[in-house]
Antibody, heavy 119, light 111 residues
């Protein structure tokens, strides 16, 4: 069965960095586009970034451009989000999600990992 | 403020029908981009309910249906059940932002 397991969240000071990972299993990872989506406390879902199956196409939300970088290692069935220059408003649960083939929808999501940016 | 506008809350009694609207603009829904719907229970992974405006993934009951017209879309839930109580989000693509956008979410309460 499809599984997505995020890791790497935690408490970090403003201006700091963190790298999130998402381990995928139960499907051919290299065939799928992948997304990072976040939810700040008490807020709605916010799309962060996506990466194509080969990693050649990347798009990111304006709120994270220049600070966050999505990447993937198809040999390791893993998705990553490198987060630099973190701010308090980056505090959120970060989900990795698989894009349904031929669609911009996400058909499988992980349970999320919490990132807290605070001094 | 979200690019896609949803009502903050809706409610209904068990067995009733409710609809949740998602209003966008000519750079997203009105441009012809697909609308998708998710159900989210706090502390769990969001679940895809409707993709491509009207399609249900396997396993999603036919009590859930989607529609789209102009710059808006709607999610309808018939035969409300207590387990439907959750947050619901619409999603589309926005050409001016060159990325996905979500609605602000709607909390469904089953009375």
């Amino acid at each position: 069965q499809v599984q997505l397991v995020e890791s790497g969240g935690g408490l970090v000071k403003p201006g700091g960095s963190l790298r999130l990972s998402c381990a995928a299993s139960g499907f051919t990872f290299s065939d799928y586009y992948m997304d990072w989506i976040r939810q700040a406390p008490g807020k709605g879902l916010e799309w962060v970034s996506y990466i194509s199956s080969t990693g050649t196409t990347i798009r990111s939300a304006d709120s994270v451009k220049g600070r966050f970088t999505i990447s993937r290692d198809n040999a390791k069935n893993s998705l990553y989000l490198q987060m630099n220059s973190l701010r308090a408003d980056d505090t959120a649960v970060y989900y990795c999600a698989r894009r349904k083939v031929g669609s911009s929808s996400c058909d499988y999501w992980g349970q999320g990992t919490l990132v807290t940016v605070s001094s | 403020q979200s690019v896609l506008t949803q009502p903050p809350s809706v409610s209904g009694a068990p067995g009733q029908r409710v609809t949740i609207s998602c209003t966008g603009s000519y750079s997203n829904i009105g441009a012809g981009y697909d609308v998708h719907w998710y159900q989210h229970l706090p502390g769990t992974a969001p679940k895809l309910l409707i993709y491509g405006n009207i399609n249900r993934p396997s396993g999603v009951p036919d009590r859930f249906s989607g529609s789209k017209s102009g710059t808006s879309a709607s999610l309808a839930i018939t035969g409300l059940q207590t387990e439907d109580e959750a947050d619901y989000y619409c999603q589309s693509y926005d050409s001016s932002l060159s990325g996905s956008v979500f609605g602000g979410g709607t909390k469904l309460t089953v009375l």
